[in-house]
């Protein structure tokens, strides 16, 4: 075993994962099956493979097999920009004087700037698999459409982009990276389907939204020979994609004999928080381990600590499956929190069923107090975080200076998903200080909850 703890510790290629681990075959209690949005039925895989690839339909259901092998096509793309370093923050201990132990995860070392690409390489690769021509989605603040974009050129696939009207005029990089890459990003809603025409005779000044949108990215593909709707995050298959993020970490950490005990990740949807945790969790069902796992989000979108655990729409259009989660109602529109990728209504799955059993715990933190970490981190350890990862960085941090005042010597591990280069409108905001951290009202959220399906079940 090797003992002195360098600043980046870098995994050689052939030590990249050879099998995604699906986390849900290690669970006792499963998480309750996906719904038919029509039937309101266990959904088939046959259902599932009108929407999605048919590799994709049958991972998503699969909740037996504990590993599932990488192909090699998309284990030669990870080798582009994986593995991703795990970095010892030094720096940042010392920045705040604290006994405590800080590793991070770096997901952001691809030009799309996000763990996205994981899943959007192994999507695209299915989809190509399938004879397919190309694939549509959706994309709010433009890491996954980005992400999705690149897997797309990568291997020959039309990629269809609707995006939300609102970012695309205010983001004009994201979208011109897209188009780099060949992808056509349509701003919705538009004329291109029924869904669009209606939402613009209806409301011709709408700046969209990603309901819409997911609607609009949908109904292409149906229309399409060839083609299908891709999803970065929620679902099953994106978090067993996603595990490739906690396997090298473990690998990693196993290199040096650190065993950690705090494991920190913001959750939008809950992918790379699902990927981060996976094979440490998979330990700790099986009773080898004892370690805590925190879950971050945004107060203005509080979906584990202040949602409600019930079947839900996935989507606001209402076309996907419906899935049992902790959820704030498929109709809540969270403030203008400047992490896009954080706001989303709803927890895949797994990590819901697990926060149920008490197995993860979950911190709502505001969006001041996280523009204040992601500033101190990115002063010290040089990297400018997006507003999403910085999530994570803010509870490292208090669990850091926690360890402080007690002088424990605990080891923290965090995921730092992704850059802040396309955020800095945001950051603009926080340095004038005319960042607000709107929290959701009991009424507003029992309101939003008032629209959950209701189920016999
Ligand atoms: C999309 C995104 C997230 C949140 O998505 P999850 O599915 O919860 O992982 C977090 N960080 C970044 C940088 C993102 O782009």
């Known amino acids: 075993m090797r003992k002195e703890i360098p600043y980046k510790i870098y995994l050689r290629e052939n030590e990249l994962p050879k099998a995604w681990l699906n986390l849900r075959a290690f669970m006792p209690k499963k998480p309750a099956p996906l719904l038919d949005p029509t039937t309101l039925q266990p959904i088939t895989q046959a ?237 700790q069902l099986q009773g080898k381990a004892d370690y805590r796992f925190i879950a971050v989000e945004p107060a203005s979108c509080p979906t584990l600590t202040r949602g409600k655990y019930a079947y839900d729409y996935c989507d606001t259009g209402k076309v996907c499956p419906l899935s049992k989660m902790y959820t704030l109602g498929s109709g809540f529109i969270p403030s203008a929190s400047h992490a896009g990728g954080l706001r989303y209504h709803g927890m895949t799955s797994t990590l819901s069923e697990l926060y149920a059993q008490g197995l993860m715990e979950a911190r709502a933190v505001e969006q001041t107090s996280v523009f204040q970490a992601a500033e101190a981190f990115a002063r010290v350890e040089g990297i400018l975080p997006a507003p999403e990862s910085a999530h994570a960085i803010r509870v490292a941090i208090d669990e850091a200076l926690e360890c402080k005042r007690t002088g424990e010597k605990k080891k923290i591990v965090f995921g730092l998903t992704g850059t802040g280069y396309f955020d800095m409108m945001s950051y603009e905001k926080f340095h004038d200080g005319k960042m607000s951290d709107y929290i959701p009202t009991d009424n507003e959220i029992e309101a939003s909850l008032k629209n959950l399906p209701s189920l016999a079940r």
Not at 136 to 157: D, I, P, R, V
Not at 227 to 248: D, M, T
């Open 47 to 283: 259902a599932l493979s009108r929407v999605f690839c048919d590799e994709l339909a049958k991972q998503e259901l699969d909740d037996t097999s504990l590993y599932i092998p990488i192909p090699e096509a998309v284990r030669d793309f990870y080798k582009m920009y994986r593995p991703a370093p795990l970095i010892r923050a030094y720096c940042l201990e010392k920045a705040l004087d604290t006994p405590a132990e800080i590793y991070y995860k770096f997901e952001g070392n691809n030009t799309s700037g996000s763990h996205k690409l994981n899943s959007a390489i192994a999507q695209a690769y299915y989809a190509k698999e399938q004879g397919l021509t190309g694939v549509t989605t959706e994309t709010g603040a433009g890491q996954w459409g980005t992400a999705l974009s690149m897997a797309c050129s990568y291997f020959g696939l039309d990629c269809k982009v609707f995006m939300v009207k609102v970012s695309y005029e205010q983001k004009p990089f994201r979208r011109e990276v897209m188009r780099t890459y060949g992808a056509n990003v349509t701003p919705s809603p538009s004329t291109q389907t029924a869904v669009g025409r209606k939402i613009l005779q209806a409301f011709p000044n709408t700046t969209g939204s990603l309901g819409c949108a997911i609607s609009e990215a949908v109904e292409t593909a149906a229309g399409l020979d060839g083609y299908r709707y891709v999803l970065g995050s929620v679902l099953n298959q994106v978090l067993l994609h996603q595990s490739v993020i906690g396997l090298e970490t473990k690998t990693a950490l196993d290199q040096y004999g650190v065993k950690p005990d705090v494991i920190i990740g913001c959750a939008g949807g809950g992918s790379n928080l699902g990927g981060l945790i996976a094979p440490f969790m998979a330990e």
